[in-house]
């Protein structure tokens, strides 16, 4: 090796090195969920009505076009029908690297032929579809009608198998051209992808859980087992001398952006400066260690710092980049929010239960500082204004000003109990009132049990303090996830 030559080092991420030895080089890949689809026949029936396989194969045509709309990548086997074909079709679908199964019997299938394909993935969460060419019987139909439908037969015995042998499945039934079968697969494959991007998602956290939050306080090492994430502990400094290498310029031109944009009051343009320096500094340290999602604490060291709360910057991270973000270490909110940003695309808001309204029948929910314009009804309804709560640093700080717009919401939240992680979930709807002077985002959330019955039950089913809403109806999609996931749950709605 000549004198010239350089010796590439590898450090630890906290010594800034270049290349770090304990961070994957360009972050977590990217991959769509996979979803196995096997159908299902019986060759004993071939032979007795020649006409059926043709038939069958058309009506299994029909499932894998519907399947394959919901938009996950679909890899068919193909007719399954004889205990060979089942040993090719597992096999086939190890080596394509299946996350999910979806069995569809087309007849009855005796169970052998179904576990055999089963058998070679014992992992994989499996959803059968019992389907029937129409939706009600044909009155003018023969027997080899009813065998063309007889895969209720099927899916009743490998259900029984199935439980018999604790292999966790999910059912859904209809007819090969029925919206709600589809709708239904179309929300579990959903909430399989959600989960699977969970995976391997490096989390990262500035400071620690606020003190004395209990509720919120979780286990990094049970948060790994469960979720599969990688939670990376940042230090202040590592955000500080990324923030001190910000020029003026870049904040200035971020914050005249943000103002063109948005009404204000009771901040300064210098308060918005702040708040952008911050910003652009948050994003580049979620891109030098590669994150998907941030969790953290600023008050006091880092406010006092920088002259803003993160509370904005946190905001345009989850808007420009697609991350979540949340604060004050609840993790366990922050999962929540991933699992429904996968699911719905559009970023919840990390709020608080806040006030019960008994005339309206719903809770306000008074968010934490952080959450997306489009959370609004339009930008003509965010403001933006003070920091609400002041942990002693220079100026009024900034934050949105917003009313979550109406339609169908759902209310969730995973936290950790003697039995171990669980999910709070509940269907909600936001309604259409006016914004309150709160210099904080909030939403009116009507519940269908009565308010302060419905309270009682959270509460003492024991919730943190913490709730995420995000805009749509996942009840299904979290429900499932909370299967995959070994959670349990609590709905209430």
């Not at 090195?17 to 769509?32: H, I, M, N």
């Not at 979930?425 to 936001?430: E, G, K, L, S, V």
Request: proline share 2%; glycine share 8%; aromatic share 8%.
């Amino acid at each position: 090796m000549k004198k010239t030559d350089v010796v590439r080092q590898i450090k630890s991420f906290e010594e800034g090195g270049e290349s770090a030895g304990d961070l994957r080089t360009g972050g977590k890949p990217k991959s769509r969920l996979k979803a196995g689809l096997v159908t299902l026949g019986y060759f004993e029936y071939w032979r007795m009505y020649p006409a059926l396989k043709e038939q069958v194969e058309g009506d299994l045509s029909v499932v894998e076009k519907h399947i394959r709309a919901s938009g996950a990548d679909i890899v068919c086997t193909g007719m399954v029908d004889t205990l060979d074909a089942a040993h090719a079709a597992g096999e086939m679908l190890a080596a394509q690297g299946a996350d999910i199964l979806v069995l569809v019997c087309g007849t009855y299938v005796a169970d052998y032929i179904s576990l055999t394909v089963l058998d070679a993935l014992p992992h994989l969460p499996v959803i059968v579809f019992s389907v029937q060419a129409h939706e009600n019987v044909d009155r003018q139909g023969d027997y080899q009608s009813s065998l063309r439908n007889s895969g209720i037969i099927g899916v009743a015995q490998l259900t029984g198998t199935l439980r018999k042998l604790r292999r966790e499945f999910s059912i859904v039934v209809g007819s090969v051209d029925d919206a709600r079968a589809y709708r239904k697969i179309g929300s579990l494959l959903r909430a399989a992808a959600a989960v699977k991007s969970l995976r391997e998602s490096n989390i990262g956290i500035i400071g620690h859980v606020f003190r004395g939050m209990y509720d919120i306080e979780l286990s990094k090492t049970f948060l790994k087992g469960t979720f599969g994430v990688n939670l990376i502990q940042i230090q202040s400094s590592h955000l500080m001398d990324i923030w001190q290498n910000v020029s003026d310029a870049e904040a200035e031109d971020r914050a005249q952006k943000l103002l063109r944009r948005f009404a204000r009051k009771n901040v300064t343009e210098q308060d918005v400066f702040h708040a952008m320096k911050l910003a652009i500094a948050m994003q580049r340290l979620s891109e030098k260690f590669h994150l998907d999602a941030l969790c953290f604490l600023d008050q006091h060291f880092i406010q006092r710092q920088v002259k803003a709360s993160a509370r904005m910057g946190a905001s345009l991270l989850m808007e420009n980049t697609g991350m979540s973000v949340n604060c004050e270490g609840d993790i366990g909110g922050l999962v929540t929010m991933m699992l429904m940003r996968a699911i719905a695309k559009d970023a919840p808001l990390m709020a608080e239960w806040g006030e019960y309204d008994a005339a309206e029948n719903a809770c306000l929910l008074i968010g934490h500082g952080i959450g997306t314009p489009d959370l609004a009804k339009s930008d003509g309804d965010v403001v933006l204004t003070r920091t609400p709560e002041e942990w002693g640093f220079e100026g009024a700080g900034l934050n949105y000003e917003l009313a979550m717009k109406p339609g169908p919401a759902t209310i969730a939240h995973i936290m950790e109990g003697p039995e171990g992680y669980r999910m709070l979930i509940t269907r909600a709807r936001t309604l259409d009132l006016p914004r309150l002077a709160f210099d904080e985002l909030h939403a009116w959330a009507r519940v269908e049990t009565p308010v302060k019955e419905y309270l009682e039950r959270i509460f003492d089913f024991g919730v943190s303090h913490h709730c995420i809403i995000g805009a749509g109806d996942m009840a299904e999609e979290l429900e499932y996830a909370a299967k995959l996931l070994k959670l349990k749950t609590f709905r209430i709605d």
